[in-house]
């Protein structure tokens, strides 16, 4: 209930790609919301679609069991940006409108945005409308700035390890050079942590410029070392021509550079599904109940985020347009190079 007496009626949207851990942080919510502090809940569908062309379910608290280990989200998603082009005022369309518009119909008290980047910056552009607005942090990337770590990520580092296992097995059987992609546009985290918890030999990620001669020399010396083959685990938005795949592109180049035998994996969207590990499971669900928390002491125009273990706000306003990218100086990096693993960076 809010101080007014008036039964709190809050709404809850997945957008932007989807990852493990989605339902458990719509469970944490809307779970609490409802048990706790006796709000109604509100999914609306499709991401921020939902919300501007008012397409939702009330979510009651027996929809909301059975759905913590499920991969994906009940809600759907989607990569709708209702506010593209308004920034530069040179939008034409009425969508900000219509999402005002679907908050005072439904008396709506607070809308929870589940998302990255590009969400905590719509979520920012509907506070700025005068919305309550609270944004819970997930992502396999774990680039959203003002939190240390998002859900999905422990999950998509788990699946990525567990296939660059597979692949190391195979590596070593033929003696091959394997390079495998993983996902993470700007942001290496991915990479660097499957590839460490996988052994890789050769991480790239886009926060370090890479020298292919610098990773075709440390192949040739593992070649030379007895150990003929190598596990080279490679960023998806490394630097590499737009036209193909940054995995095939630093095969192709390996072939040419070593002449070895060299096979390449594009993890793919096989990173972002299945049920999220207990990890994601447990994050998630801090995060959604907290969220919850903050709606009924009004903590609006903030996200909820982890600094340093302990649960925390950040506002909105501080989150949007900045990414939180893997330093060069990360103490696993600089761990890592002392035992050798070469992130394509070194002198030649
Ligand atoms: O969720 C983040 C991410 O997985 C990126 O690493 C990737 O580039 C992107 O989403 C691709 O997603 P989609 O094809 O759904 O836009």
Redesign the pocket.
Same mark, same amino acid.
């Given at each position: 209930m809010s101080i007014s007496g008036k039964t709190k009626r809050i709404g809850i949207l997945t957008a !932007? !790609?989807d990852?493990p851990g989605l339902n458990a942080a719509i469970r944490g919510v809307g779970k609490t919301a409802i048990k706790e502090y006796g709000m109604e809940v509100y999914g609306f569908t499709a991401g921020f679609s939902g919300l501007i062309n008012g397409d939702y379910i009330v979510l009651k608290e027996s929809q909301l069991s059975g759905i913590l280990t499920v991969g994906g989200t009940i809600l759907g998603t989607s =990569?709708e940006k209702p506010y593209k082009g308004y920034e530069n005022g040179n939008s034409e369309q009425d969508k900000p409108e219509r999402i005002l518009s679907t908050y005072n119909d439904l008396g709506l008290d607070c809308i929870v945005c589940i998302g !990255?980047n590009g969400t905590m910056k719509t979520a920012h552009m509907i506070s700025q409308e005068g919305m309550n607005v609270i944004g819970i942090p997930k992502?396999?990337?774990n680039d959203v700035w003002g939190t240390d770590v998002t859900f999905g990520f422990d999950s998509a580092v788990q699946i990525a390890t567990e296939a660059i296992d597979r692949l190391h097995n195979t590596a070593n059987s033929h003696q091959r050079v394997m390079i495998i992609e993983v996902? *993470?546009?700007n942001a290496g985290w991915l990479a660097l942590y499957s590839g460490m918890a996988g052994g890789g030999d050769i991480i790239l990620i886009p926060e370090l410029p890479y020298n292919i001669r610098s990773v075709c020399k440390k192949i040739e010396s593992r070649y030379e070392e007895k150990k003929p083959y190598s596990i080279v685990v490679v960023a998806? *938005?490394i630097d590499h021509p737009k036209n193909r795949s940054a995995g095939s592109y630093i095969a192709e180049a390996v072939k040419i550079y070593t002449d070895m035998e060299t096979r390449e994996t594009v993890l793919g969207y096989t990173? =972002?599904g299945g049920s999220p590990t207990p990890g994601d499971r447990i994050l998630a669900t801090r995060y959604g109940a907290f969220a919850a928390q903050c709606i009924a002491e009004g903590c609006y125009g903030t996200m909820v985020a982890i600094d340093k273990g302990e649960l925390t706000t950040v506002p909105l306003s501080e989150v949007g347009n900045k990414l939180r990218l893997v330093d060069p100086d990360n103490t696993l990096i600089l761990k890592a190079r002392k035992m050798g693993v070469s992130f394509g960076d070194e002198e030649i």
């Open positions: !932007g !790609g990852c =990569r !990255g992502t396999i990337d996902m *993470g546009h998806e *938005g990173q =972002r």
